[in-house]
Structure formats: structure tokens, C-alpha cells
């Protein structure tokens, strides 16, 4: 598995996390570039000096702006608590003199579904008007931001949410908001499981120096974050109509101006629960939805195949 997610990310800055959605197990976590540290000894100088950083795990430690990959969550929490806005009346968003748009044109008039799927921001802005500050700051932490996902390798340090003051610009993810590639798998991963966010499992079992196995499997229970009614729905409107699979691809824009692609998907709840239940979160630090929709794609398909 290691090898085939090498040859599609291969050349390509990002990162790639891949979650069984109810039992937390983390299937894959991989950072994009990478070394070989069978040779580190003799190439240390040109990785620590390499711009792209391929020291850097990017799934577990990469801070960046989820963009309108908060799409999903912000139509289920908006389905429970009340009625989807009627109208969209825009598609682009400006964020520090650049303007984010949609993934896949689409023109006006269009659906919720239609704009989510496509990562168009400035309906967004309608959502976090309507969820307001305390709303969005309780959706953030239930579903994880605020705080490093418990897995047995340092995961740095979760942003503080004391406080969400712009929450249009918040909604479209752009303005108070920084999370990990790990971070939103886990949250995507809620929309497949009924609407609970798994606690993450990386390591199962060791066997110590005895011959002993270990079990570390996390006992600590799953945290309800929508309704099963509402994570159903909404993976229901973003469900792909090829693969039985919900997804969404977002553009977001760092403080420098760098420009990433987010793609967020996972098995749909009521589909074949005999292969295990899966949701996949990559990050390519540049503009390139068909390609971060390529390798979700493949990934889910490829860990749904018995």
C-alpha cells in the first residue's frame, strides 16, 4: 500500500491520511517528499537544507487553513439546527488580495450540494451567519481542532479557539482556524460513522522485550458530533455518482499566499459495511483538485476492496 500512494503523490508537496471511519485505525498516514533514512547519513545536508522539507511529516504536523473543506460539517450542523439558507446568490470569496473560487465551475443559480461538492466559499458565509460565533466554535471542538489527535506520535500543538470573532470569514475556513491533514480525516470520518468522530488508533499492538504482546488500542469512547440523521443526509448530498463514496474538493490560501487543494471523502453509512467503513483527507500544497480527487479516489476504492 506504502508503495502505490509513493507513485501517485510522488513529486508533489502534500500529505495523505487514510482512517477506518468507526474504529479509528489509521490506515495511512503519509507526508510528501520524503527520504530514504537508509541514507541519511550521507544526504543530511541536502535534506536539512531541502526548502521542501521532507523532515516535515505534514499529516501530523502541517497547520493550514482547511479552506471550503468545512463545507461537510457546516451543512450537517446546519441541518440540525434549522433550514439550509434558499438562495445562494455567490460563488468566490476574497481572502488577503486573492480570490478563491470554486474547484469545478459552476455557475448561479446552483444547489448547496452542488457548491459544497465544488469547495466554492462565499456560500459558507451564509452558514457561519447563521451558526454565529458560539455555534462554530462548539462544531470546531467537537470535532477535534482545538486539540491533538491522541495518537502514540508527537502531533504538535492544536490552535487555541478562545474565540472565532469573523465567523463569515471563518466559515469558508480562511481566518482563525489552522488544522492537520490527521485532523480532518478524523472529522471527515464522522459523516461515514453516523455522526461520531472515532478516536484515532496508530499503534494496536507491541510485544515487549518478554515476547509479550501489548494492546494499545484506545478504550476511550467515540464523541458524538451530528445526529446520525444529519451525517447521513449531508454524505447523501455530497455522494459521488460513480463510486458509492461522499466528497468534496476545496482551494484555501495561507498567510504567504500559498495556494493549497483540499480533498475530503469517505464511504457513505448505509453502503457495504462488510468491507469496513474508510474517509481520506489529502493536502497538495498547490492547485490541483484533479489530481487530490485522483488519489482519495483510488485510495478509498482500494481500501474498500476486499
Same mark, same amino acid.
Given at each position: 500500500?506504502?508503495?502505490?500512494?509513493?507513485?501517485?503523490i510522488?513529486?508533489?508537496v502534500?500529505?495523505?491520511?487514510?482512517?477506518?471511519?468507526?474504529?479509528? !485505525?489509521?490506515?495511512?498516514?503519509?507526508s510528501?517528499?520524503t527520504?530514504d533514512?537508509?541514507?541519511?547519513?550521507?544526504?543530511?545536508?541536502?535534506?536539512?537544507? !531541502?526548502?521542501?522539507?521532507?523532515?516535515l511529516?505534514?499529516a501530523?504536523?502541517g497547520?493550514?487553513?482547511?479552506?471550503?473543506?468545512l463545507?461537510?460539517?457546516?451543512?450537517a450542523?446546519?441541518?440540525?439546527?434549522?433550514?439550509l439558507?434558499?438562495?445562494?446568490?455567490?460563488?468566490?470569496?476574497?481572502?488577503?488580495q486573492?480570490?478563491?473560487?470554486?474547484?469545478t465551475?459552476?455557475?448561479l443559480?446552483?444547489?448547496?450540494?452542488a457548491?459544497?461538492?465544488?469547495?466554492?466559499?462565499?456560500?459558507?458565509?451564509?452558514?457561519?451567519?447563521m451558526?454565529?460565533?458560539?455555534?462554530?466554535?462548539?462544531?470546531f471542538? !467537537?470535532?477535534?481542532?482545538?486539540?491533538?489527535p491522541?495518537?502514540?506520535?508527537?502531533?504538535?500543538?492544536?490552535i !487555541?479557539?478562545?474565540?472565532?470573532?469573523?465567523?463569515?470569514?471563518?466559515?469558508?475556513?480562511?481566518?482563525d482556524?489552522?488544522?492537520?491533514?490527521?485532523?480532518?480525516?478524523?472529522?471527515?470520518?464522522?459523516?461515514?460513522?453516523?455522526?461520531?468522530?472515532?478516536?484515532?488508533?496508530?499503534?494496536?499492538?507491541?510485544?515487549?522485550?518478554?515476547?509479550d504482546?501489548?494492546?494499545?488500542?484506545?478504550?476511550?469512547?467515540?464523541?458524538r458530533?451530528?445526529?446520525?440523521?444529519?451525517?447521513?443526509?449531508?454524505?447523501?448530498?455530497?455522494s459521488?455518482?460513480?463510486?458509492?463514496?461522499?466528497?468534496?474538493t476545496?482551494?484555501?490560501?495561507?498567510?504567504?499566499?500559498?495556494?493549497?487543494?483540499w480533498?475530503l471523502?469517505g464511504?457513505?453509512?448505509d453502503?457495504?459495511?462488510?468491507?469496513?467503513?474508510?474517509?481520506?483527507?489529502?493536502?497538495?500544497?498547490?492547485?490541483?483538485?484533479?489530481?487530490?480527487?485522483?488519489?482519495?479516489?483510488?485510495?478509498?476504492l482500494?481500501?474498500?476492496?476486499?
Open positions: 500500500r506504502q508503495m502505490c500512494i509513493r507513485d501517485r510522488e513529486g508533489t502534500g500529505a495523505i491520511v487514510l482512517i477506518e471511519a468507526r474504529s479509528g !485505525d489509521l490506515l495511512v498516514i503519509h510528501s517528499p527520504y533514512a537508509n541514507s541519511l547519513q550521507e544526504n543530511w545536508d541536502a535534506l536539512n537544507e !531541502d526548502p521542501a522539507a521532507p523532515f511529516n505534514r501530523v504536523h497547520r493550514y487553513p482547511p479552506g471550503a473543506s463545507a461537510p460539517f457546516l451543512l450542523q446546519t441541518q440540525t439546527s434549522g433550514a439558507p434558499q438562495d445562494i446568490h455567490k460563488l468566490e470569496a476574497e481572502v488577503s486573492s480570490i478563491l473560487t470554486c474547484t465551475p459552476i455557475q443559480p446552483t444547489t448547496w450540494e457548491s459544497a461538492r465544488a469547495g466554492c466559499p462565499y456560500p459558507l458565509t451564509e452558514l457561519g451567519l451558526l454565529g460565533e458560539s455555534g462554530l466554535l462548539a462544531l471542538t !467537537d470535532l477535534g481542532f482545538d486539540q491533538p491522541q495518537i502514540r506520535l508527537d502531533t504538535g500543538q492544536a !487555541d479557539l478562545n474565540g472565532l470573532p469573523t465567523p463569515t470569514v471563518t466559515a469558508f475556513g480562511q481566518a482556524i489552522l488544522v492537520s491533514p490527521l485532523q480532518l480525516a478524523l472529522a471527515a470520518a464522522a459523516l461515514s460513522n453516523q455522526g461520531e468522530r472515532p478516536n484515532p488508533n496508530f499503534l494496536l499492538e507491541a510485544e515487549s522485550f518478554n515476547g504482546w501489548i494492546t494499545y488500542r484506545q478504550t476511550e469512547s467515540s464523541v458530533v451530528f445526529s446520525a440523521n444529519a451525517a447521513a443526509q449531508t454524505a447523501s448530498l455530497l459521488d455518482d460513480t463510486y458509492p463514496i461522499w466528497e468534496t476545496a482551494y484555501a490560501v495561507t498567510e504567504t499566499g500559498q495556494k493549497l487543494t480533498y471523502a464511504s457513505l453509512p453502503g457495504d459495511q462488510t468491507t469496513g467503513l474508510y474517509a481520506v483527507a489529502v493536502l497538495l500544497e498547490k492547485t490541483n483538485p484533479a489530481l487530490a480527487e485522483k488519489i482519495g479516489q483510488q485510495l478509498l482500494f481500501a474498500g476492496t476486499p
